[in-house]
Nanobody, 119 residues
């Protein structure tokens, strides 16, 4: 059974940082691209970042480049998303995903973790 469990969300002030983690079980990071998506209130879900089967194969949404960094630990089967310079516009529920063929049409989803950026 495939499970993706996110953690690390919470309330942070503008300009602050958070590190999200996704614990993956039931599939191997050697064969799946793991992604982070987010859905803000009243908006569609959008891709944030993905990391492929190799650490150097990463994707970031243009608006987030330079602030967010995705990484993975194959031994622990975890993927992390380091988020810096957070703004209220980053407020959303963040979802971890797993995609066998790419980044944008995941086969599996986590339950999400809420990030709120507010003073």
């Amino acid at each position: 059974q495939v499970q993706l469990v996110e953690s690390g969300g919470g309330l942070v002030q503008p300009g602050g940082s958070l590190r999200l983690s996704c614990a993956v079980s039931g599939l191997s990071l050697n064969y799946y691209t793991i992604g982070w998506f987010r859905q803000a209130p009243g908006k569609e879900r959008e891709v944030v970042s993905c990391i492929g089967t190799t650490d150097t194969n990463t994707y970031y949404a243009d608006s987030l480049k330079g602030r967010f960094t995705i990484s993975k630990d194959n031994a622990k089967n975890t993927v992390s998303l380091q988020m810096n310079g957070l703004t209220p516009e980053d407020t959303a529920v963040y979802y971890c995903s797993a995609d066998r063929l790419g980044c944008f049409e995941p086969d599996y989803w986590g339950q999400g973790t809420r990030v709120t950026v507010s003073s």
